[in-house]
């Protein structure tokens, strides 16, 4: 099974965009659903995650402008950006931890112009 995210994109400081995030394919003993980043000549780090489908955790640099969704029939994950900034561009990814381990999305672009 394959994640896969969309939505990315490029949008001015101060605008929105949504992420979104989908198996390909049947997923199942899902315990947590994360959108992580990793900005150029950085590390990959946290960005927001969903646990048991309703406990919700955010990285203190995103924290009020973004907003996870998550849907547990489905197993897919929104990540709502909003008041986006130069800061902000990197590539998203989302991954979801089941008990088999780490399964990783692709990666979609975020790019925020000044």
């Known amino acids: 099974v394959q994640l896969q995210a969309s939505g990315g994109g490029l949008v001015q400081a101060g605008g929105s965009l949504r992420l979104s995030c989908a198996p390909s394919?049947?997923?199942?003993?899902?315990?947590?659903m994360a959108w992580y980043r990793q900005a150029p000549g950085k590390q990959r780090e946290w960005v927001a995650s969903?646990?048991?489908?309703?406990?919700?955790r955010y990285a203190d640099s995103v924290e009020g402008r973004f907003t996870i969704f998550g849907d547990n029939v489905k197993k897919t994950i929104d990540l709502q950006m909003d008041n986006l900034s130069p800061e902000d561009t990197a590539v998203y990814y989302c991954?979801?931890?089941?008990?088999?381990?780490?399964?990783w999305g692709q990666g979609t672009q975020v790019t925020v112009s000044s």
């Open positions: 969903i646990t048991g489908g309703h406990y919700k």
């Open positions: 991954k979801f931890n089941s008990a088999w381990g780490d399964t």
């Open positions: 394919g049947r997923i199942s003993g899902i315990r947590v």
